[in-house]
């Protein structure tokens, strides 16, 4: 692992806990911040460390397993696996995913962030994926 | 209401139901397609369409209500409330955008989308705040 996990939960938050757990952690596998090999934090470690219930953790790292990036054996520490290049989305997956971003920018917007500010972030984001 | 509205429930997505409505609803709201003086779908006529419980829907209207969005009074549909600019997002909420947003972008990646076509996405998206 090469920098200490960040993982942000607010409790306040409509999606629930264990799936922002699972959205930190892919984002930092997707970004290779977690590379195969490399051992997750024990769930009760993490749990306490972020003051939740270890069953979310837990929950959080099957979510994980089952899209394939950890290994769970038992006992053992959650392992970052090889995970091949995913199956090109199909149209609708595409779809689906167009719309939260759609749903997402209207967000920002409603939250006070302007125009300008949130197409800044978007070129940013364009920006780092094209390099 | 210029067109018809289009929500779009997933039952099996881990975003709850009356959240995903909140989401579609806000977008057209931000985007217009809902504009001040607007009556929303009657409470019952909604949830029949979307094949959920009224009750989620009523909670989805509450939510834009107390967001500013909506005006519920009591044995009336839902009307558009004309909203001023909302306050300019703190740096926090700011992050907490920039945050959310690059860990949609990693789903799009894990799920088999091409950094190409999510950086086309993401391009037209920031075009269309920019015009």
């Not at 003051?51 to 769970?72: C, K, P, S």
């Not at 149209?91 to 125009?115: D, I, P, Y």
């Amino acid at each position: 692992m090469k920098r200490p996990l960040t993982i942000r939960i607010d409790l306040k938050s409509p999606v629930p806990t264990y799936r922002q757990i699972v959205d930190a952690l892919r984002a930092h596998l997707v970004e290779g911040l977690l590379a195969p090999g490399d051992a997750l934090p024990a769930v009760r470690r993490l749990a306490l460390e972020l003051g939740i219930h270890f069953n979310t953790v837990a929950q959080a790292y099957r979510e994980l397993a089952e899209e394939g990036w950890l290994d769970l054996k038992h006992g053992r520490r959650a392992m970052v696996l090889a995970r091949g290049a995913p199956a090109a989305a199909s149209r609708g997956t595409q779809r689906h995913f167009e719309r939260r971003l759609r749903e997402m920018v209207a967000e920002m917007r409603a939250g006070g962030l302007s125009s300008a500010a949130i197409a800044t972030e978007l070129l940013s984001l364009a920006e780092r994926l094209k390099s």
